[in-house]
């Protein structure tokens, strides 16, 4: 069975940083790439991040270009998201997910991890 | 704003038929780019439920089906249930961007 879980979500202030992580397991991670994809409070989905399945290839959303940075290790079939100079407008569920294609859609999600931006 | 437009809300009874429609533009779903729709019921992630337009993933019921043309999508519904009460999104490409956009989410009510 495919599962993702995200973890290192919390309360941080203004200006600070977060590192989130995804543990997978039921599928050869190394071979995937993955994604991170975050959701506002009572708003829509928003794509943040991906990374190909050897780390050579990584995007972001203009949005968070120069503060996030995602990374994984295929040793521990993690990726990360360290999130630093965090806004209000960060507040957010991030979700990691697997990706099918560059292009292309989701295919499995993570239950999603809670970053509450406040002073 | 989202690059791809859903209506905010749909609506229907158990058993009818409802349709979620996901406009685009020529530098994504007009550009040829697939359009994949996902589930997000209440309080859970999404969940793949159309991918490439029409295809459905093992396990979903096929009272879901997709279909696009042109610069746009949709979605249907058959046979409404009261468990398919949830937020549906459409998600495509925009070569514009160069980003996997997302639509700004129906929530369906089944009444």
């Known amino acids: 069975e495919v599962q993702l879980v995200e973890s290192g979500g919390g309360l941080v202030q203004p200006g600070g940083s977060l590192r989130l992580s995804c543990v997978v397991s039921g599928f050869t991670f190394n071979t995937y790439s993955m994604n991170w994809v975050r959701q506002a409070p009572g708003k829509g989905l928003e794509w943040v991040s991906y990374?190909?399945?050897?780390?050579?290839?990584?995007y972001y959303a203009d949005s968070v270009k120069g503060r996030f940075t995602v990374s994984r290790d295929n040793a521990k079939n993690s990726m990360y998201l360290q999130m630093n100079s965090l806004r209000d407008e960060d507040a957010a569920v991030y979700f990691c997910?697997?990706?099918?294609?560059?292009?292309?859609?989701?295919?499995?999600w993570g239950q999603g991890a809670l970053v509450i931006v406040s002073s | 704003q989202s690059v791809l437009t859903q209506p905010p809300s749909v609506s229907g009874a158990p058993g009818q038929r409802v349709t979620i429609s996901c406009t685009g533009s020529s530098s994504n779903i007009g550009a040829g780019y697939d359009v994949h729709w996902y589930q997000q019921l209440p309080g859970t992630a999404p969940k793949l439920l159309i991918y490439a337009n029409n295809n459905r993933p093992s396990g979903v019921p096929d009272r879901f089906s997709g279909s696009k043309s042109g610069t746009s999508a949709s979605l249907a519904i058959t046979g409404l249930q009261a468990e398919d009460e949830a937020d549906y999104y459409c998600q495509s490409y925009d070569s514009s961007l160069r980003v996997r956009v997302f639509g700004g989410g129906t929530e369906l009510t089944v009444l």
């Open positions: 997910a697997r990706d099918r294609g560059s292009t292309t859609f989701f295919d499995f």
């Open positions: 990374i190909s399945s050897g780390s050579g290839t990584i």
